[in-house]
């Protein structure tokens, strides 16, 4: 039975691949589908549902039902059992539709005198299409088989969609990838940028999705598997470290497991190609992705798409060089990618787009490092985009605009424009000083963590690099870097810096700075557990390498070292005591010592402010890192969309509790900068400046506009309106801020 059952869906596969054949028009290929499919399947209706938007559906195609019908009945996601396959995607298959959760009636179908209801999901790659539903009067469900049969279809149909076969007037049949789009992210790094789309991963066109000969599909799916296998072992020979065999020995368990490959068999004998049979699997683990919530699942199932995405790359040859070459002005598309791949295309890159990341990972840090605007979390970009797309990034609003049209070109280029223009007004106050209209000076510095970076220093008008992460050129490698190569580095650094004072923050890892080489830990909040400074001060020898190798670039200079994370005054201690064996160390060596040197540590934990006072007395000067400082803070995960943009910097009882630092550093005179994302807002900078702030370390990019605002304002003022905000009780002084900025102009 089950054999007949094959044979009758390759027939019905064979048949949709004549009707696909001729030079039809889309509407007419839906229409000799859907009478296929009642006919092959036995039942009175056959209906196509298509997206004309996000969350709607509308009847593009129906054998039986009322054929005024079409492209007038449409419904919402959610919507009757049609919309609820659609939201689920999920097979709905009952014997009495009318009765069924969820159940709307449709009069103008004329769908009343049906009982039996199956509708399946037209998805692929996770990306919902449409709906596939058939009905028969007589009340019964439909069998495995008959559901099983359908679902290939409607794999099928998918692929035709995804190949343009529908073509036809009217929003759900418009042709795929032509439309203008707009997705929306999470700013990982601000900025604006127009280019064109470069996918960092090209998709797999699967051309064929029917075969005639199911012997000759399954010899080709063994012959790809055996390579898959035979690559992943190659891998895992290979593997740097413990993680990355995990990952890989997960990747081998997929390779060889029995099931996978015989639902790929089963639908091969359906009649689907072996690039079809992978496809489906794939499009189903991606669905069940999307609705899994145990982020182990969520996992083996990302590991099982990246093993089919593997296996359709050499079952159809299309490998990550497709032949297709990089625009001029790109814009990179991804669901992810590592530090080490980014740097490889540098600042040749106009804006990042990313599927998955988060606006403190690895990439977002290279991003930040090359000045690139990064948006993250974009839901369904590597499906939505092509290479070549025409694409604009708003990465101040966190908003991709797709293939625009003209208005949207008009409106952004617009605000290019501006932003061009005020470009050329900061830079005519390059060479002046941050002086307000009260004589108050801020010091303004820039954030630095490659030496590309560096050119910065000299056309942002920054006065020295405030910031400078070390733990970049620990992350993007796959093994420990030499002291030698660190010392090279630093030496550069500092010849780039041309004299200016650079402070070099010592490795900041752990949390969602995992090195590749690193055992990983199992910890239920990184954020707030091994890292940073409790990295260095248990792991001694990396912290004195470190240590080593930047009083040896040094070479007579002054040299500045910041420790980071600092909790406690005895982390500061303990750290400044590996700093002294590390000076006398390199002195009996008979090396250069710096002329000067600083030791201070950035106050990122709340627990800091309140150390003794002999710590301040002690510290040599301290750094906010207004970042971490705020999430602790706030108790708010600066990762979590739900919860960061909560609360605002200009919080009242934030901005008190910095103030309060400002005075204990004041009472002892210990140099106080502030360092985050935060300082290169002109509004924040402003009011740090009002409360007592000297000094600023941001983004090169963001100097200009901050010493802007700066120059134009009275630091006395914004002072009493922070003051009156506080006495009315106003929960945030930026309201405020905001009316007495529009009084001034």
């Not at 418009?174 to 900025?191: D, F, N």
């Not at 005020?422 to 002046?432: L, M, T």
Request: hydrophobic share 40%; aromatic share 6%; proline share 4%.
């Amino acid at each position: 039975m089950a054999e007949r059952l094959e044979t009758e869906s390759r027939k019905l596969l064979g048949r949709l691949r004549d009707a696909m054949a001729g030079d039809d028009p889309g509407q007419a290929r839906l229409d000799k589908i859907t009478h296929l499919i009642a006919n092959s399947i036995g039942c009175e209706v056959c209906s196509i549902y298509l997206f004309r938007d996000e969350e709607t559906l509308e009847l593009c195609a129906t054998e039986g039902l009322n054929p005024d019908s079409v492209h007038q009945t449409r419904m919402r996601l959610g919507e009757g059992l049609v919309g609820r396959v659609a939201r689920s995607r999920q097979v709905v298959n009952t014997a009495d539709a009318p009765s069924a959760r969820g159940f709307r009636y449709m009069p103008e179908t004329g769908e009343e005198v049906f009982s039996s209801f199956l509708g399946v999901p037209i998805q692929r790659l996770g990306e919902s299409l449409g709906v596939l539903v058939v009905q028969s009067k007589e009340a019964r469900e439909f069998s495995a088989d008959e559901v099983y049969a359908l679902e290939v279809v409607a794999m099928v149909l998918a692929e035709m969609a995804e190949l343009g076969a529908f073509v036809g007037e009217g929003a759900a049949m418009g042709a795929r990838h032509s439309q203008p789009a707009m997705l929306r992210g999470t700013v990982a790094q601000e900025g604006v940028a127009e280019g064109h789309i470069w996918l960092h991963e090209p998709r797999v066109v699967v051309t064929n999705p029917i075969a005639d000969d199911p012997h000759r599909e399954f010899e080709r799916l063994t012959e790809a598997v055996e390579e898959l296998r035979v690559g992943v072992d190659k891998m895992l020979a290979l593997a740097a470290d413990k993680e990355q065999a995990q990952v890989l020995e997960a990747y081998r368990m997929f390779a060889n497991s029995k099931g996978w490959m015989r639902r790929m068999q089963e639908d091969i004998s359906n009649g689907l190609s072996a690039e079809a049979a992978v496809e489906k699997e794939q499009s189903l683990a991606r669905a069940r992705m999307g609705q899994a919530t145990d982020n182990y699942l969520r996992e083996r199932l990302s590991d099982l798409d990246d093993l089919s995405n593997r296996l359709l790359r050499i079952l159809t040859g299309q490998g990550a060089d497709t032949g297709a070459e990089m625009p001029a002005d790109p814009i990179l598309v991804a669901r992810n990618i590592g530090p080490a791949e980014l740097l490889d295309y540098g600042r040749n890159l106009r804006a990042i787009i990313l599927e998955a990341g988060s606006v403190g990972s690895h990439a977002a840090i290279v991003a930040r490092a090359l000045a690139i605007p990064l948006i993250v979390h974009v839901d369904r970009a590597t499906l939505e985009a092509l290479n070549g797309d025409h694409v604009m990034v708003d990465g101040e609003q966190g908003i991709v605009h797709l293939r625009p049209d003209d208005t949207v070109v008009t409106a952004f280029r617009d605000k290019m424009a501006m932003q061009a223009a005020a470009v050329e007004r900061y830079a005519s106050i390059r060479d002046k000083a941050a002086e307000t209209l009260c004589g108050s000076v801020v010091s303004l510095h820039m954030n630095a963590g490659l030496m590309a970076d560096l050119p910065s220093l000299e056309g942002s008008g920054a006065e020295g690099v405030g910031l400078f992460r070390t733990e970049l050129q620990f992350l993007v490698r796959n093994q420990m870097p030499k002291r030698s190569e660190l010392s090279a580095l630093y030496a550069r650094v500092l010849d780039a810096a041309g004299g200016k004072p650079v402070v070099f923050r010592t490795l900041d890892i752990g949390s969602d700075k995992v090195l590749p080489y690193m055992k990983p830990n199992d910890e239920p909040n990184p954020a707030l557990g091994w890292r940073a400074i409790r990295v260095g001060l248990d792991k001694p020898g990396v912290m004195r390498m470190q240590l080593q190798a930047l009083i040896r670039a040094a070479n007579g200079r002054p040299l500045t070292v910041m420790f980071p994370f600092v909790a406690q005054y005895e982390e500061y201690t303990r750290a400044h005591a590996e700093v002294d064996k590390a000076m006398e160390r390199e002195a009996r060596l008979g090396h250069v010592l710096p002329e000067a040197l600083k030791v201070g540590a950035m106050l990122e934990t709340p627990s800091l402010a309140f150390s003794p006072q002999k710590f301040f007395e002690e510290v040599e000067f301290l750094s906010i890192g207004g970042n971490d400082l705020k999430q602790f803070f706030f108790a708010a995960d600066r990762e979590n969309e739900r919860v960061r943009r909560r609360y605002d910097t200009l919080n009242v009882s934030f901005l008190s509790f910095i103030e309060r630092i400002v005075e204990r550093c004041d009472q002892t005179d210990t140099p106080l900068s502030f360092c985050g994302e935060d300082a290169g807002r002109p509004v924040e900078a402003l009011c740090f400046a009002a409360i007592g702030l000297r000094s600023l370390s941001m983004r090169p990019a963001s100097i200009g506009p901050v010493k802007s605002l700066l120059r134009r304002s009275n630091l006395d003022e914004v002072r009493k309106v922070i003051a009156d905000a506080r006495h009315r009780g106003d929960m945030s002084v930026r309201p405020a801020i905001m009316d007495y900025l529009r009084d001034q102009g």
